[in-house]
């Protein structure tokens, strides 16, 4: 079993950042992807960015160049550092592992509010 813990949500102005951290804890093997992915109210939950054990990352355009996802393997841990933050960037962060050959999991969530 695997339990995912986000931290570092808040209220930030317009272009502000913010750093979100989500710690895993039990056994996790290689040939897993991190990731991060959000839901504003009355849409769907979306992908934000990915990255696999072997460092490919993957973003969604409308994060590019803002946004940066990092890992610390050793650690267990998948940061998402986010800059020039905008309005439509106020969802629920999730943290979500997936692991190879099986294993689905998702944190919790932490709010990002971002204030215009």
């Known amino acids: 079993q695997v339990q995912l813990v986000e931290s570092g949500g808040g209220l930030v102005q317009a272009g502000g950042s913010l750093r979100l951290s989500c710690a895993a804890s039990?056994?996790?093997?290689?040939?897993?992807?991190m990731g991060w992915y959000r839901q504003a109210p009355g849409k769907q939950r979306e992908l934000v960015a990915t990255e696999t054990s072997g460092g490919n990352r993957n973003y969604a355009d409308s994060v590019k160049g803002r946004f940066t996802i990092s890992r610390d393997s050793a650690k267990k841990m998948v940061y998402l550092q986010m800059n020039s933050l905008k309005s439509e960037d106020t969802a629920v962060y999730y943290c979500?592992?997936?692991?190879?050959?099986?294993?689905?999991?998702w944190g919790q969530g932490t709010q990002v509010t971002v204030s215009s």
């Open positions: 039990g056994t996790i093997f290689s040939g897993n992807t």
């Open positions: 979500r592992i997936v692991l190879v050959p099986r294993g689905d999991y």
